[in-house]
């Protein structure tokens, strides 16, 4: 075993105990670091509730969180959890020893805590998620974008590991940090979980989880859907919809009017994700047209749950899972050709069985392990010139 491991979010967007597709994907770094190091803490803003089960044993230090309606002042404030969280590393540091790792989850306004581990010669990660000066300018408010982006640079720079879960993301981090390659890193699935869940399979049901965004594009599966409704007498097709957020209440209404049967089971827990697919025949990941740089956590758990998939293909999907043998990738946004498949899946039990079964080994190479695994590769590489350096003065 080796010395104590530190995950650091100050994004106040990412409850870490929460059930946000961030929050599981914080959940299980942190289960694979509680697997591989002495003591595990988080440092964060939101813990957003009590550890689920494997976590028990994390050691949370709550950073104040910001809150009020002005932008600029609530900037400043996510900015000012930076030296309060390098106070929390020193003091780790000072009792337990050196942190073996310094993780950090890429947020706006952070960049001292991987600075910090760099002057310590403490290993530090920094994982990127997506383009966040980008992001929030889009769909919130963005002040200070200079400000942002200046930090964020000096945050890619410090760290000894930067990674991206998609390409499109690390093509935005090697042009915001010229001459820095940034590896890939797809997100993972609990392979575990949902090799441990029992099917009981409803004919015709098609699954989508996730949180309801209008960039999620659960508006074309419900038109697929409709059409799939009228193309017989029997009504056969209908959705599991897990999850919640504004497109809901839109998606809910419109299945109605096309007659397509809708269980919507609302929030859930992420342990109870495995159970509720397993219930589906079909999970579907639709997105609409445009530039997507997100790595859909949702399109491991399908291939985990031994779904047959059908995904567009986004943020290079199609460079990790095999189009035809492990899933049906369509162009994003295009209804004809997300109806299509999901009518080739419908009409050919074969090849939903092949698809749930092929599905079931690719997830086998996107598990959480392999991921940490490949992370931890990706760091060793990028610390051995600076050690080899240091022997040779």
Not at 36 to 52: E, I, K, S
Not at 98 to 126: F, I, N, T
Not at 142 to 168: E, I, Q
Not at 180 to 203: I, K, L, Q, W
Request: proline share 8%.
């Amino acid at each position: 075993m080796r010395g104590p491991a530190v995950l650091v979010c100050t994004d106040p967007g990412v409850p870490a105990f929460g059930r946000k597709g961030a929050s599981v994907h914080a959940q299980q770094i942190l289960r694979e670091l509680v697997r591989r190091f002495l003591r595990v803490h988080l440092v964060t803003c939101r813990p957003g509730g009590a550890p689920p089960a494997g976590l028990e044993a994390v050691v949370v230090h709550e950073l104040p969180r910001p809150g009020g309606d002005d932008h600029a002042v609530r900037e400043r404030a996510v900015a000012a959890l930076d030296p309060v969280a390098v106070g929390v590393l020193d003091a780790i540091a000072a009792t337990e020893g050196a942190p073996a790792l310094v993780y950090q989850r890429y947020g706006l306004w952070s960049c001292e805590p991987v600075e910090h581990a760099r002057r310590r010669g403490w290993p530090s990660v920094l994982e990127v998620n997506a383009p966040l000066p980008e992001e929030q300018s889009r769909h919130r408010r963005l002040v200070d974008r200079a400000g942002a982006a200046h930090l964020s640079r000096r945050a890619f720079r410090a760290a000894d590991l930067v990674y991206a879960v998609s390409r499109p993301v690390a093509d935005w981090v090697e042009e915001l940090s010229p001459g820095r390659s940034v590896p890939v890193v797809p997100n993972g699935v609990d392979t575990a979980a949902f090799a441990a869940t029992p099917a009981a399979r409803t004919r015709g049901m098609l699954a989508f989880t996730g949180t309801f965004r209008p960039w999620h594009g659960v508006d074309l599966l419900v038109e697929a859907a409709g059409l799939l409704v009228r193309d017989r007498e029997d009504p056969g097709t209908s959705l599991l919809l897990v999850g919640d957020g504004p497109a809901l209440p839109a998606a809910l209404e419109r299945a109605a009017q096309l007659g397509v049967s809708v269980r919507a089971t609302g929030p859930v827990a992420p342990a109870d994700v495995p159970g509720l697919l397993a219930t589906a025949e079909v999970g579907v990941a639709p997105y609409p047209a445009g530039n997507h740089y997100f790595s859909p956590l949702k399109v491991g758990e399908y291939l985990a749950a031994g779904l047959a998939t059908i995904a567009a293909d986004v943020a290079g999907l199609s460079d990790h899972v095999a189009h035809g043998r492990e899933a049906l990738l369509v162009p994003p946004g295009d209804l004809a050709a997300l109806t299509g498949a999901l009518r080739a899946v419908r009409d050919d039990p074969s090849l939903r069985a092949a698809l749930g079964t092929a599905g079931r080994q690719a997830a086998g190479r996107m598990s959480w392990r392999v991921v940490v695994d490949r992370i931890e590769d990706l760091l060793a590489a990028s610390r051995r010139p600076a050690a080899h350096a240091g022997a040779s003065r």
